[in-house]
């Protein structure tokens, strides 16, 4: 049989939906949509899978960190219109934050851009997705007591625990906030804005900073397909249940199967199902900016690899 033909979910892949659900109840139940927090799908699997990995064994880190860009995002977002200006202010400040913090946790980026992207003004928005992180901070440090972690065991352990380490070398961010201004040009000029979703920066981040490890980067073509596929299982999830448990707990699953069946190891394709449901109006117009999105980000890094490779070879 093929690797893809016996597909179970596993234990960590059941406890993230679970989580997920749980969050999704509590936010449509007490009309608090802010709870729903998309990046919890991309921290949440791996916190469960890998109780030793890096972002587990920072929960403190995982609780501030998307806290104060948050509250920087929202100051921006209630001063300056989404544009080209506010999106690299915004992206600039949380990526200065991690930098000073020295924190791991590169979700933190959609936390700060997302009150930009989606016009949240609301002084409730970083204390209701401190909510989520500060319970997955709870539960890692729960779970870290019961059943001490063991050191990373396999390669996949090793690039998860590098791709989590703030970046060092600072040549990655010139090319990366170029990126971002392209993308946030574009979304502007078109009125899409989604064409720079949040997720996207966290992805971009990644495959900037850690070029040489990062596991999508390697899989390009494979990345677009498995956001467009993600968004989309969000937006008809949303469209049959509504923004609920029933559509989060979806997202989340056909986001985890669709990473399963593509061979591709990229948490943050978890996010992107789960923005749907913070949306007002998520609509098939959505899954087309994050696919045109995503390849054009893709296509950039590939540039900037080339170039990078014969400004090496000339030198």
């Known amino acids: ?34 709870l729903m927090f998309p990046e919890l799908g991309a921290l949440s ?33 209630r001063h300056m219109s989404f544009g080209l200006a506010a999106v690299l202010l915004d992206v600039g400040a949380s990526v200065t934050l991690i ?17 930009l992207v989606l016009g949240v003004h609301s002084w409730w928005y970083p204390p209701a997705i401190t909510f989520g992180t500060a319970a997955l901070a709870v539960l890692s440090v729960i779970r870290r ?26 040549g990655w961010l010139p090319p990366f906030m170029i990126v971002v201004a392209l993308l946030a040009g574009l979304a502007q ?24 490890v990062c596991p999508w980067a390697v899989r390009a073509w494979r990345l ?37 069946r593509l061979d591709l190891h990229a948490p943050p394709v978890l996010a992107v199902g789960l923005l749907p449901l913070v949306m007002p109006h998520p609509g098939w117009p959505f899954v087309v900016a994050v696919a045109t999105g995503t390849s054009l980000c893709i296509v ?11 400004w090496t070879t000339c030198r």
């Open 145 to 170: 007591r019961i059943e001490p972690p063991v050191a990373p065991s396999t390669a996949r352990d090793v690039v998860d625990d590098t791709m989590e380490c703030t970046p060092s070398a600072p």
């Open 189 to 212: 000029a078109t009125g899409l804005r989604f064409i720079l979703f949040p997720p996207l920066v966290v992805i971009a981040f990644e495959m900037f900073a850690h070029p040489q």
């Open 45 to 77: 699997n791996d916190i469960f899978k890998r109780p030793g990995g890096t972002w587990a064994r920072a929960p403190a880190m995982l609780l501030l960190t998307p806290l104060l860009t948050a509250v920087a995002g929202l100051l921006i977002a």
């Open 224 to 260: 677009p397909l498995a956001c467009a596929l993600g968004a989309a299982a969000g937006v008809a999830a949303v469209g049959l249940f509504g923004a609920g448990a029933a559509a989060a707990m979806t997202a989340m699953a056909v986001g985890l199967l669709v990473l399963h």
């Open 300 to 310: 950039a890094f590939r540039l900037w690899q080339a170039v990078a490779a014969r």
């Open 99 to 115: 930098h000073l913090m020295r924190s791991p946790i590169a979700p933190a980026i959609s936390a700060g851009l997302l009150p």
């Open 1 to 34: 049989m093929g690797r893809h033909a016996g597909f179970r979910p596993s234990p960590a892949g059941v406890g993230s939906v679970l989580f997920i659900g749980a969050i999704a109840a509590m936010a449509h139940l007490g009309g608090a949509g802010l």
